[in-house]
Every structure is written in C-alpha cells, then in structure tokens.
C-alpha cells in the first residue's frame, strides 16, 4: 500500500478497538484490499460540548475496493486511497453489502 521501498507482507496483529466500534472495524477489515488504521466509537449519547459520530479511518489499494466503500458505507474520502467510513445508523442494519463477509 503506498510507496514502500521494502516489500511488505500483510499479516494479522492485535489493537484494542472501542467495544462500540469492534464489529464495524472487522466488517471492513474482512473486504478485500482494506486496511484499518484508527477508528473511536464516537461520544453521541454521552453529553459532553461537542459530541461526534463513531469513525474509522481506512485506506484501500484498489479502485475496485473504493466502489464497495462508496456504495455500501458513508465514506468520506481524504486523500487518493485513504479516508474515513462511518457506521451505518442504529435502523439501518439490513443493509445491503455489495461485498461477501465471512463469518469466522
């Protein structure tokens, strides 16, 4: 992803992820040519002076990646590969997803 003068190797690591937010970040994590790099579960709800939407902040390595993002998320884009994608809203949870997710 990117300009890297080493090959890389993708593998598996662990992060600790805001309970909020856990199966969102998986979700995308699981479509094809996506990487996670930061997400917050948000504070709506919580009070506080100036509240936010939970978020996550990915990047992807291929057009055909950010048509799925666009089509299936609210993806605000913020550069050529990298944006951030917010959480579908509580009552939209049989949306429809144009790409297949495991269930492992």
């Keep these: 992803m990117g300009n890297v003068i080493h090959k890389t190797v993708p593998i598996q690591v662990w992060v600790d992820v805001d309970e909020g937010i856990v199966e969102f970040v998986r979700e995308l994590n699981d479509i094809p040519g996506v990487r996670t790099h930061a997400s917050c579960q948000g504070t709506l709800g919580e009070g506080g002076a100036e509240p ?24 605000k884009r913020d550069g050529n590969n990298h944006g951030v994608v917010y959480p579908p809203a509580p009552d939209n949870t049989n949306r429809q997803r144009s790409h297949s997710v495991s269930s492992e």
């Design 52 to 75: 936010y939407r939970a978020f996550v902040s990915v990047s992807w390595d291929r057009d055909e990646t950010l048509r799925t993002l666009a089509q299936d998320y609210d993806l």
